[in-house]
């Protein structure tokens, strides 16, 4: 069936140090969101991206979906330590339209 | 507004035993959707709801039933807790399906003893 995997699936990264987590789909995907999930919390949307090759910014984070629609990545630049927790990426299912979690990439920073 | 709320937030049930774990939105969001986590396995859809009456499967659905007798609520019941069923619920609505925002409730965590 459809696949949503995401790489890595942890990073420790020093505050100020940059961080890149890569989503990859198995088909075409008609459009991708990223959610973050603070440790304890529940995930919360960030973004959803639907154009090709589309890029977006939120202050220090960058998102990005591929030329062929079937990878994105998530790019923060100087991690903080309020950058802390696992960030999901999600595509709706070419058959029934239900979204498809990748298993997230925790992230932790070290102050 | 609300959005989604989930009670309990703890649970502890000895194997055998049945509970509901309730979920509600105020959103008027016609769907809705349950996913446990589980440590390295992501968020996966046990059951979903485009809308009151209408109930299918998701990937994990073995062990728990639901129904969507109105808009705003979808209960998810554990018919006979097994110990494999210890994890975090999370209940979600959105819009409509697949291209939506989710809104995410709290969370449930469940321990099977």
């Known amino acids: 069936g459809q696949q949503v995997m995401q790489i890595p699936q942890y990073q420790h990264v020093q505050e100020g140090e940059d961080f890149t987590t890569y989503c990859n789909s198995s088909?075409?995907?008609?459009?991708i969101q990223w959610y973050k999930q603070r440790p304890g919390g529940h995930p919360v949307f960030l973004i959803q991206?639907?154009?090709?090759?589309e890029v977006k910014k939120q202050k220090r984070l960058t998102f990005q979906f591929g030329e062929a629609k079937k990878n994105s990545s998530l790019h923060i630049t100087a991690t903080q330590t309020t950058d802390v927790g696992t960030y999901f990426c999600?595509?709706?299912?070419?058959?029934?339209?239900?979204?498809?979690f990748g298993q997230g990439t925790t992230l932790q920073v070290k102050p | 507004n609300a959005g989604v709320t989930q009670t309990p937030k703890f649970q502890v049930l000895k194997t055998g035993q049945s509970m509901t774990l309730q979920c509600a939105q105020d959103?008027?969001?016609?769907?809705m959707s349950w996913y446990r986590q589980d440590p390295g396995m992501g968020l996966r859809l046990i059951h979903y709801?485009?809308?009151?009456?209408?109930?299918d499967q998701g990937e994990v659905p073995n062990g728990y039933n639901v129904s969507r007798s109105t808009t705003e609520d979808f209960p998810l019941r554990l018919l006979s807790a097994a110990p494999s069923q210890t994890s975090v619920y999370f209940c979600?609505?959105?819009?409509?399906?697949?291209?939506?925002?989710?809104?995410f409730g709290p969370g449930t965590r469940l321990t099977v003893t």
């Open positions: 979600a609505s959105s819009y409509s399906v697949g291209s939506y925002e989710q809104y």
């Open positions: 088909t075409t995907l008609s459009n």
């Open positions: 991206l639907v154009k090709s090759g």
């Open positions: 999600a595509g709706p299912s070419s058959n029934t339209g239900k979204l498809i």
């Open positions: 959103m008027n969001h016609e769907y």
């Open positions: 709801s485009v809308g009151a009456g209408i109930t």
